[in-house]
Structure formats: C-alpha cells, structure tokens
Nanobody, 120 residues
Framework: VQLQASGGGLVQAGGSLRLSCAAS????????MGWFRQAPGKEREFVAA???????RYVDSVKGRFTISRDNTQNTVYLRMNSLKPEDTAVYYC???????????????WGQGTQVTVSS
C-alpha cells in the first residue's frame, strides 16, 4: 500500500491550498481516508476524515475552512484548505483506515507527509 501526499507549500495567512493524496495497493473505495497534521514539538493531530459513504468529520479548529473530499475513480483524497492561519503550519499526513475515527491508531496505512507553512 502506498499513500502519496502532495500539494503542500508556503502560503500567506488567509490564503488557500489543496492537498492531494493518491492511494495505491488497496481497495480505496472501501476505506475511510483521513488527514492528520503534526507541528514541531506537538503530537499528531486529527484534521479531517471521509468515509466510504462520504460522511465527513472535522476537528473543530478547521470547521468552515477545510473541506475533505474523495474521488474513487482516481483513488485520491483531497483536503481543500481556505482562510489558512499560521497555526495551521504543520506536516500534513494522509491515512487510510476503517470507521470515521479521529484517533491515529485506528488508521492502518500512512503517507509520507507534506509540509504546509502559513506565514503571518
């Protein structure tokens, strides 16, 4: 199984980015896909998840700003991030698991991460 995250970069506060995560080696449409992030010196934090039925879940701090979506024909999950804040700066990881969970331990497979830096 491979999860390849991309789309990170440097953006000013208030700007937008779209992260992508391309999956291979698994039955993508059957998995919940999640995004987590980890800032320097902090624990990995749940950001958003989307189930195989397209149900979604977000951490409170990103609700109304971030949107998770998936394209089962492309085996890809996206995270659209608007109104970015400096506190969104982190390495963002995609993950595949079962159930719409916020706990990292519930996810079976992880991508390598993509850096998002938001300048003030």
């Amino acid at each position: 199984v491979q999860l390849q995250a991309s789309g990170g970069g440097l953006v000013q506060a208030g700007g937008s980015l779209r992260l992508s995560c391309a999956a291979s080696g698994l039955t993508f449409r059957s998995y919940t896909m999640g995004w987590f992030r980890q800032a320097p010196g902090k624990e990995r934090e749940f950001v958003a998840a989307i189930s195989w039925t397209d149900s979604t879940r977000y951490v409170d701090s990103v609700k109304g700003r971030f949107t998770i979506s998936r394209d089962n024909t492309q085996n890809t999950v996206y995270l659209r991030m608007n109104s970015l804040k400096p506190e969104d700066t982190a390495v963002y990881y995609c993950a595949a698991g079962t159930g719409l969970r916020a706990w990292a331990g519930e996810y079976d497979y992880w991508g390598q991460g993509t850096q998002v830096t938001v300048s003030s």
